[in-house]
């Protein structure tokens, strides 16, 4: 029961307005896919449309699920209007402010056709439906037809930028875009072609006085004094959106005076370059003014920390870092009060930095139509393996014989791995860094790292043995083994790009390798990579270790013998098969 306190203060910390504004947003587009659905019965008939209405009115005005969805729709529109205000530089992506304006038109869209059939049934008992909507859009007024077409477009367009950016650095996102892609395209079009159809229906339907009796009654529809009130109530709320956008946007110009005012402070890139801005910019958003690459994977958003920044000098004098920005530091593993979130960092004086990582460039020479993969947030295994003794070997040696025996051992490493569906990403002396999962499931993915491990093992007998005669002892190895979450890209500078990952879970697995030393064994595999790939509790034994930079224990299984891991694994898919 203690934990439960410590658990719900993470939790705060780990929240965010752009949470909040996400969660919201889902609840928001969960209505709008099923009102879409509901048109798109239109294709069938009219009353398939009726038909599904009651079910779509039926859920979303069940009493918690009404409050649930206002309550998702005034903050969401809230948190949009204050990111108007809040937001700075507006050249991120131009799909970002793209986003911003379509949010913003939605309120303004939507006011009349919401008024109309809530606060008509509200107030006068307006039973409004299909019928009465499409006899209005088709017969009386076709300009409005236009108007919710515009809003269907820019809704579903809105809430698609939405759900891109929450998915697109899932591990899953890159094999389910096809579908979503799929899905994007075909709702909405089935939904105006509902529309469509169903109003052709009703625009024949109503050449008949019985149906026009039947169907447009003043209970349905109201009277006119009735719609006059309620297109005043529309246009009073129209206005006073328009006022509170104008206020937004004055406040924004007293900010930025009064930030001019205030004088302005300089930023120390730590490479020569300086620039100087107003105060209450954060490092990043300064970055993007003056037009200096700074990394950013997520775009501001405090989803990363690719771009961390190491201050200069007295760091005492910089505002507390806020809970979003402590809880990603606390992420990573970072315990240094020098080390900053550069988007999150808002210095209100004169601050000198260096990057910690650096911004993704196009080589000097290479084409500006290739663009630099951008980072990427997936589900990797991890296997980092080192030769052993290779010290001692460098002494008793040559220096190219040395070079040619470790470029053998990394041979034999790199086969292994391929072999097994894996990917060499590092080479480091005489180690190196394989990445499992680039193009596999979580679980395919630790299957191969394992089965890996048992194929590096068999290359080095057979390179022992082959090197028989030069060798005063067998070559030996570590390997370390550990998935996560982790940060795929390009990193380097100009010619030096690499594609590699970083995180967590690549560090914990170079830890594991060097343990092997101390644990007599060949291979260190975390418990998460042995439950993943599906190894019964007994299969290897089991003890908990302490790893760097870590506050509690980590379980891991010990492997002796490498080679066992082969018949484990199979004899295991044999199981679950």
Not at 339 to 363: E, G, V, W, Y
Not at 463 to 484: A, T, V
Request: aromatic share 8%.
């Amino acid at each position: 029961m203690a934990t439960a306190p410590a658990h719900m203060t993470e939790l705060v910390r780990a929240t965010s307005a752009r949470q909040v504004r996400l969660v919201c947003g889902i609840i928001l587009f969960a209505y709008v896919v099923s009102h879409f659905l509901n048109h798109a019965l239109g294709n069938i008939s009219v009353d398939a449309m009726e038909a599904g209405v009651y079910y779509h009115v039926l859920f979303w005005q069940f009493l918690p699920v009404t409050i649930v969805f206002y309550a998702a729709a005034l903050i969401h529109a809230g948190l949009g209007v204050f990111a108007l205000y809040q937001r700075r530089e507006f050249r991120w992506k131009t799909v970002e402010p793209l986003q911003l304006v379509l949010g913003l038109s939605i309120p303004l869209l939507v006011m009349a056709h919401v008024i109309g059939i809530r606060l008509g049934l509200t107030l006068y008992g307006h039973e409004k439906l299909y019928p009465q909507e499409l006899y209005l859009f088709f017969v009386l007024a076709p300009a409005r037809l236009w108007q919710m077409t515009i809003l269907l477009v820019v809704a579903w367009v809105h809430g698609c930028i939405g759900i891109y950016f929450w998915l697109r650095m899932k591990t899953f996102f890159a094999r389910a875009a096809p579908y979503l892609l799929a899905a994007a395209v075909l709702i909405p079009t089935l939904a105006m072609l509902g529309i469509y159809q169903g109003g052709r229906s009703v625009a024949a339907d109503s050449d008949d006085a019985d149906w026009r009796k039947t169907n447009y009654t003043r209970q349905q529809v109201g009277t006119v004094a009735e719609n006059k009130v309620l297109d005043r109530i529309s246009g009073g709320l129209v206005m006073g959106y328009f006022g509170l956008l104008g206020v937004v946007l004055l406040a924004r110009g007293v900010r930025a005076l009064r930030e001019r005012r205030g004088g302005t402070i300089a930023l120390s890139y730590g490479n020569g370059k300086t620039v100087r801005v107003p105060k209450g910019l954060s490092v990043l958003e300064a970055s993007l003014r003056h037009n200096v690459p700074h990394a950013s994977v997520c775009g501001g958003r405090a989803r990363c920390s690719t771009c961390r920044i190491r201050i200069i000098g007295d760091h005492a004098v910089l505002p507390e870092p806020s809970q979003r920005e402590a809880f990603v530091l606390t992420r990573v593993g970072t315990a240094d009060p020098s080390i900053r979130l550069a988007c999150q960092l808002r210095p209100t004086s004169d601050l000198s930095f260096f990057q910690l990582f650096t911004p993704q460039t196009l080589s000097a020479n290479a084409s500006g139509s290739t663009p630099a993969r951008i980072g990427q947030e997936r589900y990797l295994v991890s296997l980092f393996v080192d030769m052993r003794g290779s010290t001692q070997l460098a002494e008793k040696r040559l220096p190219f014989d040395t070079v040619f025996i470790v470029n053998r051992f990394l041979g034999a490493v790199s086969q292994a791995v391929i072999e097994n569906g894996g990917q060499p990403n590092q080479f480091v002396g005489d180690g190196m860094l394989a990445l499992f999962g680039l193009s596999a499931d979580p679980q395919t993915a630790c299957r191969q790292a394992l089965k890996a491990a048992a194929g590096i093992a068999t290359h080095i007998d057979e390179l022992n043995e082959l090197l028989s005669h030069d060798l005063r002892q067998p070559i030996r190895f570590g390997i370390g083994i550990h998935g996560g979450e982790v940060i795929i890209g390009d990193i380097g500078y100009r010619d030096h790009i690499v594609f590699t990952a970083l995180g967590d879970a690549v560090n914990v697995a170079a830890r594991l390798q060097d343990m092997t030393k101390s644990l007599a064994c060949e291979a260190v595999v975390s418990e998460e990579v042995g439950r993943t790939a599906g190894l019964a509790d007994d299969a290897l034994p089991q003890q908990e270790v302490a790893i760097r930079g870590r506050d509690e224990p980590m379980a891991v299984r010990v492997v002796a013998d490498a080679r066992e891991l082969t018949a484990l694994v199979d004899g295991n898919a044999r199981v679950a098969a």
